[in-house]
């Protein structure tokens, strides 16, 4: 069975950098597929924030394109992820998820979430 | 952006069948996804390619699509079907091709 499990700091500071590491058992990121993640503001909806494969080829949602990086380790089976330059509005809980693009691109597995304050 | 529309909130007793509609323009040419998120837990994928079922998710959850609509139905509705059910989209030629609906809270009479 797919497994993740994100991990990284619960507060960040206005104007610095969040930084979330996504660890995946039960498939090696590198047998396909794309990994990414998605976030939700409390009391809010679903936002996608990026997709990457494990060969580096990333895309990201147009409105946050600007400030997110996502990276991969593969030896690791982790992938992480970047967004600078924070403000309150970027405070949600942060999903990781498996991009199934064998079944028409759905989100197949999801890690558990983790909530990010951003205040100072 | 592309804007995927869900009505608020489903009321529904035991038993009944609650419909979660998902409106969007040019929907023949997306694929539609449906998602229940549990309170405090992650979204879990019930339906995919706008109809078919993961394996696992029980046959009462069933998906459709026609012309701008998706719903998502549930039958026999049990108490533990309370939920936000979100939609999403791909959209293989935008590059933004990953939107979610607004979400429906089911919740029961």
């Known amino acids: 069975q797919v497994q993740l499990q994100e991990s990284g700091p619960g507060l960040v500071k206005p104007s610095e950098t969040l930084s979330l590491t996504c660890t995946v058992s039960?498939?090696?990121?590198?047998?396909?597929?794309?990994w990414g993640w998605v976030r939700q503001p409390p009391g809010k909806g679903l936002e996608w924030i990026g997709s990457?494969?494990?060969?580096?080829?990333?895309y990201y949602n147009p409105s946050l394109k600007s400030r997110v990086t996502l990276s991969v380790d593969t030896s690791k089976n982790q992938f992480s992820l970047n967004l600078k330059s924070v403000t309150a509005a970027d405070t949600a809980v942060y999903y990781c998820m498996r991009l199934n693009t064998v079944l028409s691109s759905c989100m197949d597995f999801w890690g558990q979430g983790t909530l990010v304050t951003v205040s100072s | 952006s592309y804007v995927l529309t869900q009505p608020p909130s489903v009321s529904v007793a035991p038993g009944e069948t609650a419909r979660i509609t998902c409106g969007g323009d040019n929907f023949g040419s997306k694929t539609v996804h449906w998602y229940q998120q549990k309170a405090g837990q992650a979204p879990v994928l019930v339906i995919y390619y706008d109809s078919a079922r993961p394996s696992g998710i029980p046959e009462r959850f069933s998906g459709s699509k026609s012309g701008n609509t998706a719903t998502l139905t549930i039958s026999g509705v049990e108490a533990g079907d309370e939920a936000d059910y979100f939609c999403q989209v791909w959209d293989a030629s935008s590059d933004h091709p990953y939107v979610f609906g607004t979400g429906t809270k089911v919740t029961g009479l």
């Open positions: 990457m494969y494990h060969s580096g080829s990333t």
């Open positions: 039960g498939y090696p990121i590198s047998g396909g597929y794309y």
